[in-house]
């Protein structure tokens, strides 16, 4: 079974910056307050799923040097779809003039990491090329009075292609995980706003990403010390210090994206791998350690070596 390699990669976030200093205005809150609990000093709000996601995967494909009659698939990790029906990614796919199958991926915030592993099965069975998204608007489920999520949260998208390769490939581990009797801990009802239970999720979040993280490096064969750069979901700056420190991975080898971006979920993960590339913080063989958790809840790691 062929394997992956990743080869192209884009992000769009919406021109918007509203900062902590603009959210205090209307809410009881502070930059200070916002700032040392969450690492997080301004968000990007605006636009929609299907926009932003389009606008990734464009770049992505642009990126990679391909055109719409290239992909095979797309792929969008998303929990905040422009519509119950249809999937989002069927908006994408036309918009991108993409003829091939398009599905969501609903993982919430491990979203990328599940859409990743998807992506690879997809290829390793004989899909062709896919284009995976990770995007989402946050802002448009989030109640702005409500202070325990309104800091928190910040739209974004950003998209990879996954190409198939002869040999084992790109991936050398992955592993995905839920525990839905944790589901009332991050949830949205239809119609209704994001709810979390800030404190318990805090607490859950670094002992799943540690988990996962060891599970995945062990499944390579690597260490800690193997690991290039860390590039986690991005929720909270003090959960990804506190993992880091567990896993043994200096904060030096970790993209943090949150002081720009906030919680984009799904996005999470591409726009902090997109930052590194931007930053030339990676170079080709490069291994890298991706790990998400969110609602459900879920969490998901994967190992990938870059560009082969
Ligand atoms: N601004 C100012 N004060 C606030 C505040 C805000 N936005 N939110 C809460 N407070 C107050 C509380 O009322 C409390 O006051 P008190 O001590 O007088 O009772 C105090 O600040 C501490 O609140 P607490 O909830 O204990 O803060 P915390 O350190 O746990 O931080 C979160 C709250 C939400 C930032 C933190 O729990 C978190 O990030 N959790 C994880 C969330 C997450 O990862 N979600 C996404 C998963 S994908």
């Not at 931007?278 to 994967?302: E, V, Y």
Request: charged letters at 20%; aromatic letters at 4%; hydrophobic letters at 45%.
């Amino acid at each position: 079974m062929p394997g992956i390699t990743v080869k192209g990669w884009g992000i769009a976030v919406p021109d918007k910056v509203v900062t902590n200093d603009d959210l205090s205005v209307s809410l009881d809150t502070s930059d200070a307050w916002i700032t040392e609990r969450t690492g997080i000093r301004e968000r990007r709000i605006g636009g929609t799923t299907s926009e932003l996601a389009t606008e990734a995967g464009r770049r992505a494909m642009d990126q990679a040097g391909l055109g719409a009659g290239d992909i095979d698939v797309v792929v969008l990790a998303t929990t905040t779809p422009d519509a119950l029906v249809p999937g989002t990614a069927a908006t994408v796919q036309d918009a991108l003039g993409i003829d091939g199958g398009a599905f969501d991926v609903n993982a919430a915030c491990s979203g990328f990491v599940y859409g990743l592993v998807v992506s690879a099965g997809l290829a390793a069975i004989g899909s062709g090329r896919v284009l995976l998204i990770g995007a989402d608007t946050l802002s448009r489920i989030t109640d702005w009075d409500d202070r325990s999520v309104a800091i928190l949260v910040g739209d974004g998208a950003g998209a990879v292609v996954i190409e198939p390769v002869e040999g084992p490939g790109d991936l050398l581990s992955w592993n995905i995980h839920a525990d839905g009797s944790l589901r009332h801990l991050l949830k949205c009802d239809h119609g209704g706003y994001l709810y979390m239970d800030g404190k318990e999720i805090f607490r859950k979040a670094v002992r799943v990403v540690v988990d996962s993280a060891a599970e995945a490096l062990a499944d390579a064969g690597l260490t800690a010390d193997d690991v290039d750069l860390l590039v986690p979901h991005q929720a909270n700056l003090r959960i990804i210090q506190a993992a880091c420190q567990r896993l043994g991975i200096p904060e030096e080898r970790t993209s943090v994206v949150i002081d720009r971006y906030g919680n984009t979920s799904s996005a999470s993960i591409p726009l902090a791998l997109d930052d590194a590339l931007q930053r030339g913080r990676i170079t080709p063989g490069d291994r890298l350690l991706l790990t998400g958790f969110g609602g459900g809840m879920t969490w998901a790691s994967a190992v990938l070596r870059w560009g082969g």
